[in-house]
Every structure is written in structure tokens, then in C-alpha cells.
């Protein structure tokens, strides 16, 4: 598999690290401290076409390949992991969604102001009894004439409160199981749709994430996802492209922790020379260059593959577990790297462990993507 990357390719890497260092870094940490959304940061990045990166033109979008947004998705990640992931919900789960599965009345009216910007998305999944169970939907969906009526709760939802448009999982018939699952495109504006508190979080804290309530909301039909009882499989094949985004946010804070401790291992001093030159600290840069690269390798083959319209689950969900992984680890031995200093907010790497954990979690816990694994390779032995 060739990962020579192409002109085109180089310029829109490029283009996503300027903008990243330029019109993100500067806010940064004050978006961190204060939990705030970047409002202006996202409609830029719409302006740019990185809102919709993989949607053709015809429907709004930049009509990029998969490869060349994770390149932007990394370099985003880098800087701002929160960004990267409201790009990535944005990208990855709900763009893709109504790209691949949506009429075309559904993508003039929803994929062309997601695609473009003008308006943003969320995917609904977790409940409070449904996290890494999808199958356990207690949300409901009841035909009534030209309508579903859906009533439930969805939590720990990305863009939650700033979304525009829901992807909504709901039941609309609870005998079959997952197999009464259904998906609905819910506007925010729908009465009956209750906006919960904003989750004070550990990390990613740039990202909204918040309850959302069903109180009788009134969905048009035209607003179902392909068939009634889809769903679930809607949701699972969304989610396995979900995986290659989180897989390359998780890449981006691997590789700026690494470069936060090659860094400062050059100019911290210790013993009258740089501790750059101490093994100690070269073994640990060593392991985290090789681990970085090891999982931008799967990352970018997860990505060749979906490109190329081959199968991409199991390499979708190694390539988020080890990436994950990375990225905790990375940001652990960058903090070890700093010492004290480590520790404290002056230096970014304090906030780089508190935004890669949850890429462990969201998405496909790691014990989900595990379970993944095992399921596709015993299917090919």
C-alpha cells in the first residue's frame, strides 16, 4: 500500500497546519479554561470547506478523499483536539451519513449547509443505559400519520448544544430488538427537544457535550434515514468511518506531545547539559517516534482502505485502539519529559493527557474496538 502523499494531498495538510498554528493556537488555552465553543474557529473552517471535506461539490462539500482529511483532521488534532472533534462528528458521522444513505431532498436540505458550514451536526446514539450496548435503545419513535413522535433521552452528545441537526436513534419497533432501530434526521428547532446542562469535562473542554431530551417531538417521515429498522446497521457502518476521525485526533496529540518533549528535552538543562543527551530521555523520545509513526501507518491504511471501497472495519477499529493508545501514552512520558513543569498549564502537555483519554472511550471504547478485532479476524480464519 502506498502512502506517497499527493500534491493535492501535501497542500491541504499544509493548509489545515496554518490554519491550525494561526487562527486556533492562539485561543487555545483560554478555550480550555473557560469551556468555551469556538464559534468562529468552526465557521472559518467551514469557509475553508473542512466542515464537509469528503462530500461531493454537488452537495456543498470539498469532495476530498478520506486520506486527505485525516491529514487535516491530524494537524487540526494537534493544536486543538476539541476542534478536531467537532470537526470530526461533523465530518465523519453526519456528513458521511447523509451522503451515503440520505434522498436527495435530505441532502439539498441538511448536507448542503452541514457540508458548507452554515449549520452543524450531531450524531445521537448513547443513552444512559445504552453506551457501549447500542443494541439497548429506549428512545421511542411512534408513527402518527405524516409524523414519528419520538420520546427519550440521548446523552453524552458532541456539538450537542450547538448542533443545528441530530442524527436520532430511536425504536419504532421494540419486538425486533436492534432490528427495530430506526434513524432521524431532528432539527434542533422541533418543539419538544430539551437542551441538557453542558458537561463539565475532564478534557476536550473546547467541545460542547451535553443531554439531549425527546419530549413528544414531532418528526416529519421524510426525515427517516433510509427504511424503518435500519438503523442499527446505519449506525455501526457510520460509526466504523467515526473510528478513522477519532483514530487521526488521537494521532494529531500523539505527535504534538512527542514534539513537546523532543523540544523541551532540547533547552532543559540538567547535569551542565541538555537532557536530550541523557539515555533516559532518549530511549523514552525513541519508543514515542516509533509508537507515533506505527499508528499513523494504521491510520492512514484504514483511510487508503475506505478510499479504495475496500473493507475497512477491522482496520478502522485497530487503527483507533492503537492510536488511542498512543495518544495517552504519548502524553504521559511528555508530562514524565517535563518534569514539574509537566504539570502545570504553562506548559501544553498537561492538556494533552486530559484530551487523549477520551479516545479511548468515545466512539468505541478500546474493550469495543478489541471485541471488533477479533470478530473480523475470526471471520477470516
Not at 176 to 194: A, D, M, Q, R
Not at 338 to 352: A, K, M, N, Q, T
Amino acid at each position: 500500500m502506498n502512502f506517497d502523499l499527493s500534491e493535492e494531498q501535501i497542500q491541504i495538510r499544509d493548509a489545515a497546519r496554518d490554519f491550525a498554528e494561526n487562527e486556533i493556537a492562539p485561543s487555545t488555552v483560554q478555550r480550555d479554561i473557560k469551556a468555551e465553543f469556538p464559534y468562529e474557529i468552526i465557521k472559518k473552517m467551514g469557509e475553508l470547506g473542512f466542515m464537509g471535506m469528503m462530500v461531493p461539490p454537488q452537495w456543498g462539500g470539498s469532495g476530498m478523499d478520506t486520506l486527505s482529511y485525516v491529514l487535516a483532521l491530524e494537524e487540526i488534532s494537534k493544536v486543538d483536539a476539541s476542534v478536531g472533534v467537532i470537526m470530526s462528528v461533523n465530518n465523519s458521522l453526519v456528513c458521511f451519513g447523509i451522503n451515503k444513505w440520505g434522498t436527495d431532498e435530505q441532502k439539498e436540505k441538511y448536507l448542503k449547509p452541514l457540508a458548507s458550514g452554515e449549520k452543524l451536526g450531531a450524531f445521537c446514539l448513547s443513552e444512559p443505559e445504552a453506551g457501549s450496548d447500542a443494541t439497548a435503545q429506549k428512545t421511542t419513535a411512534v408513527k402518527d400519520g405524516d409524523y414519528f413522535v419520538l420520546n427519550g433521552i440521548k446523552n453524552w452528545i458532541t456539538n450537542g448544544s450547538t448542533a443545528d441537526v441530530y442524527f436520532m436513534q430511536a425504536m419504532t419497533n421494540p419486538e425486533l430488538g436492534y432490528k427495530g432501530i430506526s434513524t432521524f434526521l431532528v432539527e434542533k428547532s422541533f418543539p419538544g427537544v430539551e437542551i441538557g446542562i453542558k458537561e463539565d469535562k475532564l478534557g476536550i473542554r473546547g467541545s460542547d457535550t451535553c443531554t439531549i431530551g425527546l419530549n413528544e417531538v414531532r418528526v416529519p417521515k421524510e426525515n427517516l434515514m433510509g427504511e424503518e429498522g435500519s438503523g442499527f446497521k446505519f449506525a455501526m457502518e457510520t460509526l466504523n468511518g467515526g473510528r478513522i476521525g477519532i483514530a487521526a485526533q488521537a494521532l494529531g496529540i500523539a505527535t504534538a506531545s512527542f514534539e513537546a518533549a523532543v523540544k523541551y528535552s532540547k533547552q532543559r538543562k540538567a547535569f551542565d547539559k541538555p537532557i536530550a543527551d541523557l539515555q533516559a530521555i532518549q530511549f523514552k523520545l525513541a519508543d514515542m517516534a516509533v509508537n507515533t509513526d506505527a499508528a499513523r501507518l494504521l491510520v492512514y491504511r484504514a483511510a487508503k482502505c475506505k478510499d479504495e471501497g475496500k473493507k475497512y472495519i477491522k482496520e478502522a477499529a485497530m487503527a483507533k485502539l492503537f492510536a488511542s493508545k498512543v495518544s495517552v501514552d504519548n502524553s504521559l512520558e511528555a508530562i514524565q519529559v517535563h518534569g514539574g513543569y509537566g504539570y502545570v498549564r504553562e506548559y501544553l502537555v498537561e492538556r494533552y493527557l486530559r484530551d487523549s483519554k477520551i479516545t479511548e472511550i468515545y466512539e468505541g471504547t478500546s474493550e469495543i474496538q478489541r471485541i471488533v478485532i477479533a470478530r473480523e479476524l475470526l471471520k477470516s480464519y
